[in-house]
T-cell receptor, first 113, second 114 residues
């Protein structure tokens, strides 16, 4: 069956460290993968998009990798700050079916000062 | 530019009633998608509209329907409400018809069914 799995447990890290979040998928062949941030009571906010032919994408302190052989994307936040505390969602397209994004359950990140 | 606006923010209904939720996309965006978010199932795709036509549909019963107007504003309707319909309903807009467009979400309508 088709599945998207993110870190099942919440992630707690110390300020200044690098947070690494995992997104694994099964029985999908996405052309691209997106990462979003969601704060309590708010809608998700788009962070980064990476295409199947791209290995890595960076934006400021954020880095995303995409390994279509392992069927995995890693999301890194370097020099993490308490303001980075939120739930992070990965999403992938379902074989180019229009606007239909399939989301993972999300990983809750808590950065302690 | 104003973001995606959803109204109302909160809604309480009883079983058997129907409800209409509204979404105004970012100006110039022609694609509007709707998602349901619950603690158990996460974010699930309901449907997408582009230029007033439904372009894609998720696996929800026919009680869930939507439409898009010529100004790209969209509404979704849920009839014969059930307790399990309690959720955060999110609307997202994107600029074009390409499949890899980032989605710009509103803050949702929190629907509670009593």
């Amino acid at each position: 069956s088709q599945k998207i799995e993110q870190n099942s447990e919440a992630l707690n890290i110390q300020e200044g460290k690098t947070a690494t979040l995992t997104c694994n998928y099964t029985n999908y062949s996405p052309a691209y993968l997106q990462w979003y941030r969601q704060d309590p009571g708010r809608g998700p906010v788009f962070l980064l998009l990476i295409r199947e032919n791209e290995k890595e994408k960076r934006k400021e302190r954020l880095k995303v990798t995409f390994d279509t052989t392992l069927k995995q994307s890693l999301f890194h936040i370097t020099a993490s700050q308490p303001a980075d505390s939120a739930t992070y969602l990965c999403a992938l397209d379902n074989n180019n079916q229009g606007g239909k994004l399939i989301f993972g359950q999300g990983t809750e990140l808590s950065v302690k000062p | 530019k104003a973001g995606v606006t959803q109204t109302p923010r909160y809604l309480i209904k009883t079983r058997g009633q129907q409800v209409t939720l509204s979404c105004s996309p970012i100006s110039g965006h022609r694609s509007v998608s709707w998602y349901q978010q619950t603690p158990g199932q996460g974010l699930q795709f309901l449907f997408e509209y582009f230029s007033e036509t439904q372009r894609n549909k998720g696996n929800f019963p026919g009680r869930f329907s939507g439409r898009q107007f010529s100004n790209s504003r969209s509404e979704m309707n849920v009839s014969t409400l059930e307790l399990g319909d309690s959720a955060l309903y999110l609307c997202a807009s994107s600029a074009g018809a390409e499949d890899n467009q980032p989605q710009h979400f509103g803050d949702g309508t929190r629907l509670s069914i009593l």
